[in-house]
């Protein structure tokens, strides 16, 4: 997997802030879009990349908290790091139980800003990493017929061959064909990561 220029996605309504991180950033070779509100952000296009949000906890129109929210119903999983001038302990406790990355107080030091948009680029490439293993995964999936995917289920079940020929009314060549085609084209290379996969996969039995 090649590496993406990552993005870095500011909303804050101080246009000196924006200035700021806007310059701050590009001096570390980061790709910066910056943005004065939740809604403006919401309608501009954004770049299929790795990417963080620096996100005000105070914006005119929607707070930066209630747009926390809104991000995760529209399914944005973009890792937040919030700047406030008004930080109190009840509002880090809320933005970090909703899974921000991190809570920061204006005025703050840059190090510490460069370091905590690092942290949370790496956590969103190890995110896309993860969903584009799990759709390979499910792309292969579809490609079973359904007697393979039945098969496959008792597989990772910790069923034998006898077993299943027995739960399913088949021959034991048979399911040793099937069998064999799973594992094929599921391209696993043994039973534990063929286990694997069907967790990931979410199929019962396999947890």
């Known amino acids: 997997m ?16 924006r200035r700021s991180l806007d310059t701050l950033l590009r001096s570390v070779d980061l790709d910066v879009h910056v943005f004065s509100s ?32 809104e991000l995760g119903k529209a399914g944005v999983a973009l890792p937040i790091i919030f700047l406030t001038g008004h930080g109190d302990v009840p509002m880090t406790a809320r933005a970090m ?5 991190e ?3 204006k005025p703050f030091d840059e190090q510490v800003l460069l370091d905590a948009i690092h942290a949370a680029l790496d956590r969103d490439r190890a995110r896309r990493r993860d969903a584009a293993g799990i759709a390979d995964v499910q792309a292969r999936y579809r490609t079973l017929t ?3 995917r039945e098969v496959m289920s008792f597989v990772v079940a910790g ?31 043994s039973v534990p990561e063929l286990v694997r996969m069907a967790d990931r996969l ?3 039995g396999s947890a």
């Open 103 to 105: 809570f920061l107080t």
């Open 159 to 189: 069923r034998v061959n006898k077993q299943i020929a027995a739960e399913i009314g088949l021959s034991l060549v048979t399911v040793k064909v099937h069998r064999g085609q799973v594992m094929r084209k599921m391209r696993a290379k």
């Open 38 to 69: 939740a809604q403006e952000f919401m309608h501009a296009p954004r770049p299929d990349v790795p990417g963080c949000l620096v996100l005000d906890v105070r914006l005119p129109g929607m707070s930066g908290l209630a747009f926390q929210q």
């Open 2 to 17: 090649s590496e993406e220029r990552a993005a870095v996605f500011v909303v804050d309504d101080d246009p000196s802030i």
């Open 202 to 204: 979410g199929l019962p």
């Open 146 to 148: 359904e007697r393979e």
């Open 97 to 101: 139980k909703a899974g921000a990355a």
